[in-house]
């Protein structure tokens, strides 16, 4: 029998951050991301990972670690998790996450331990060994983990190198998406996924409530925010990651300041050019269409209009737009320059995306006006701005997912509360599917029923085809698989002797004058306006007695008696019954009536 398939968060469990997901199933422990939290400075960062194992003991309890994306609330505590808990088993990654995760976990290890004075943290020593572990899968392999445990990756979106993981362990399987974008983009396509009918579709819900509007009316408005601040003086601050929603507002700005011949200066963070375009370059398959069709002649990371922010720039007079990291606002270059120029009505702060709770960004975003700051509290007169250029799925691109795929069940995690329950609304209605929000520490169970595979031959399956829902045939094992026979192959194959087993039926008729011609002529007439199964013939046969496809029945005078008897095998058993229970329930009214 299957067992259950038991999923608990570790984190993202009605939240957004340090996204860790366990699932149990058929006797296997996959994790599913590694994050962190960055509404949090304190043990509160990293996942529970105590739920567990006690540090030291991670490969013991977990078979397999699947990394989404390079973002930090999916991966951040990663080398906490395999230096400190001792996790030395199967670490699943794309190429392209592998190659830029280490280089935001070393900033994240640099602002954390050199800027904050951090002293229980991992090294960077600990990030270049946890990284040496990782096994990369490409869009669309299957790798074979082990014995039982295949994984394979579709194109997610999001950002560069994002994949959904479809982990399968015998009969039961998961699809876990990470974070992924079901709209195509300036520079990445869409998320794609086949109809694999997962056991269970662990999607993130971040969006949960939202459909979004077209992304051309977005990027008029951004634009028009952006250019009408500059106009009047100000500057513009614009908080973003370093791969990703970057590079696509960065395409938008060039394109817009090319258009207009503007010569406001637009700055970016230092490194974050020369990153996109070697990783880009490197990785020009995860691309989208037209990025593939023109970096030869033309590559879109060669900003014209867009040089390199030094931190000299920052009181510098007059309008200006800066692209700045990281995105929320919660450290790092963008904070800073946040607090130099928040003072200043005529400057603005554009937020591109979701802002995690505990940030600068989702305090500002919801109403917050004076800060308490490592340098003193600070007064924000600044305009700040909200457009969603977020490169997560909204509510129809989640039903959507859902529809492509169709799972048997839905978890929901990396979202909030309300609105996972709205959304779970939307989706028991449209598909009419369990589906399940659990939160932080909070365990379910999803029942599996039983599966059973076996092979057949082509004979053997025509037969099936053509006889409808019944098949009489064995379920043999042979070199560890099961195998279907008919009766006749089992014979031949397994050298077994046929046996018939015949069932017999009498009724005696006591106090009729009747010849037995007589008895059986009535008997037929009876039968057979009893039993109007087109699948059933009757015959009349030379002797007298009565035949029903393969049901004998005869009528022997025994002196001032009759006996009725009825014999049939195995493969007419349901007539051979339904007429033995008549001739039971009717008795002699059968024949005189």
């Known amino acids: 029998m299957a067992s259950d398939i038991k999923i608990v968060p570790l984190g993202a469990g009605q939240d957004v951050g340090r996204s860790c997901i366990l699932v149990s199933m058929a006797g296997k422990n996959i994790m599913f991301d590694c994050g962190m939290h960055m509404g949090y400075q304190d043990d509160r960062r990293f996942p529970d990972f105590s739920y567990i194992c006690q540090p030291g003991g991670a490969t013991d309890v977990i078979d397999c670690l699947i990394i989404s994306h390079f973002h930090l609330d999916h991966c951040g505590s990663l080398p906490y998790f395999t230096e400190k808990f001792g996790y030395n088993g199967p670490l699943i990654m794309t190429a392209p996450t592998r190659a830029i995760a280490p280089l935001l976990l070393e900033d994240y290890r640099k602002i954390t331990v050199d800027r904050y004075g951090e002293t229980d943290f991992f090294t960077t020593q600990q990030i270049k060994t946890c990284i ?108 973003v990651f370093a791969l990703g929603r970057a590079q696509e507002l960065c395409i938008l700005i060039e394109e817009f300041w090319d258009r207009m011949n503007l010569k406001v200066p637009v700055y970016f963070c230092h490194g974050l050019t020369e990153k996109a375009t070697n990783y880009y370059k490197l990785f020009i398959t995860w691309t989208n269409e037209k990025i593939k069709s023109t970096f030869v002649k033309r590559n879109m990371f060669d900003f014209k ?62 109403g917050t006006r004076k800060l308490d700051t490592d340098k003193g509290p600070v007064t924000i007169n600044m305009t700040v701005e909200y457009l969603s250029f977020s490169a997560h799925a909204d509510a129809k691109g989640i039903l959507q997912l859902i529809k492509n795929c169709q799972p048997k069940n839905v978890v929901l995690v990396h979202g909030e509360d309300r609105k996972m329950a709205f959304l779970i609304d939307k989706i028991t209605d449209q598909f ?17 029923k039983p599966k ?126 339904a007429v033995s229970d008549i001739l039971e329930e009717c008795g002699e009214g059968l024949i005189t009536n």
């Open 132 to 239: 040496k572990k990782v096994r990369t899968i490409r869009v669309h392999e299957t790798i074979q983990v082990d014995a039982d445990i295949s994984v394979k990756c579709y194109y997610a979106g999001h950002v560069l190198g994002a994949g959904m993981f479809l982990v399968k362990v015998g009969s039961q399987s998961v699809l876990y998406t990470g974070d992924y974008n079901m709209t195509p983009d300036r520079h990445l396509g869409c998320a794609w996924v086949d109809r694999c009918n997962p056991t269970v579709l662990i999607s993130e819900s971040t969006y949960a409530t939202t459909i979004r509007d077209s992304k051309r009316c977005r990027e008029r408005d951004f634009l028009k925010k952006v250019y009408n601040c500059v106009e009047g003086g100000g500057k513009v601050l614009i908080p």
């Open 305 to 366: 209009h867009i040089s390199v922010f030094e931190r000299s720039y920052m009181n510098n007079p007059g309008p200006m737009v800066v692209f700045a990291t990281p995105g929320m606002l919660h450290s790092g270059m963008s904070l800073n320059i946040f607090k130099a120029w928040c003072h200043d009505a005529k400057n603005m702060v554009i937020m591109p995306g979701y802002c995690v709770a505990g940030t600068v960004g989702h305090k500002i975003l919801n």
């Open 452 to 577: 059973v595979t076996a092979t057949i031959s082509k004979e053997t399956f025509k037969s099936v085809r053509s006889g409808g829902n019944n098949f009489d045939g064995m379920l043999v094992r042979r070199n560890n698989q099961l195998v279907l026979l008919s009766k006749q192959e089992a014979i031949n194959q397994l050298g077994l002797k046929p046996h018939a087993i015949n069932l017999n039926y009498k009724l005696t008729l006591t106090g009729l004058n009747l010849e037995a011609p007589v008895i059986m002529e009535r008997l037929h007439t009876q039968l057979s306006s009893i039993i109007s199964d087109q699948n059933v013939t009757f015959k009349r046969q030379h002797d007298g007695s009565l035949n029903l496809n393969t049901v004998h029945i005869t009528c022997t005078p025994e002196r001032t008696r009759s006996v009725i008897q009825v014999s049939w095998n195995q493969e007419d058993d349901a007539i051979g019954k």
């Open 432 to 448: 009419n599917i369990p589906a399940f929000k659990p939160a932080n520490g909070e365990q379910i169970s999803i029942p599996c």
